[in-house]
């Protein structure tokens, strides 16, 4: 009896029947973190970017792709479009700004340029700005770089503002000196930078003004160094969420 012939298992062509599930998944798990940007200030350029890395799935096809056209390109358009989404930008662009603008005392370690929860931050070092225990602004020295600060926030028309003055821990020494505690020195240290702001033009209006003394230190005050960093005035873009 003739043996029969085996038939050969040919693999089946084209992708296998997961990877259409898996695209799927992959685009809901997308759309569900774009969604979670709508609540959030976002770069734009980085919405981009991920629009552009799921430009389709290649060669394999699946569910709904972030194509040129589509519901989730619009809803990509829609959240760079957001009022947030403008801020956010606008706020990376102050600070591109800024750190141009102050490359000399940037360099100088006069000034440091950074962002955090608060928004866009410009510190000045008060060791360069001030005399010892003193709010008196050395204005002659530091009336180019008030000028220059003073035409950033003017172009910023719709944002508000806050200065903080900031101190190390050393306490004040002088029974007989002007401010009796940190916490009047560093208030006037910020009052005195916002008076000469405003005569260089900007809006009172836009501001608010606060002295912490030194509760918020950014350095250890152990050393002189960190001292040193800890006294500083913050002229703060404030975010959203600390107006």
Partial sequence: MAERKRKKKYASEGAPEWMTTYGDMVT?????????????????????????AFNGLGLHSGGTTL???????????????????????????????AISMFQPEIQAKKVRVKEDERGLVISLAAD??????????????????????????????ERKFRIEGHTDSNPMTDPEGEYQTNWELS????????HYL????????????????DTVPIADNTTEE??????????????????
């Fill in 28 to 52: 809901l798990l997308l759309t569900f973190f774009v969604m979670l940007y709508t609540t959030a200030t976002v770069d734009g350029a980085k919405i981009q970017l991920i629009l552009a």
């Fill in 67 to 97: 194509q040129a056209t589509g519901q989730l390109a619009d809803m990509g358009n829609t959240i760079m479009a957001l009022p947030s989404v403008q801020r956010g930008r606008a706020l990376d662009e102050a600070r591109k700004k």
């Fill in 128 to 157: 360069s700005f001030f005399e010892p225990a003193s709010a008196e602004v050395r204005i002659e020295e530091s009336r180019q770089l008030l000028q220059r600060i003073s035409n950033l926030l003017i172009s910023l028309e």
């Fill in 187 to 194: 208030t006037a240290r910020a009052t005195n930078v916002l």
């Fill in 198 to 213: 405003v005569d260089f033009g900007v809006d009172e209006q836009q501001f608010q003004v606060a002295g912490f003394a």
């Fill in 226 to 243: 960190g001292r040193s960093y800890n006294r500083r005035v913050d002229i703060i873009v404030l975010s959203e969420g600390h107006l």
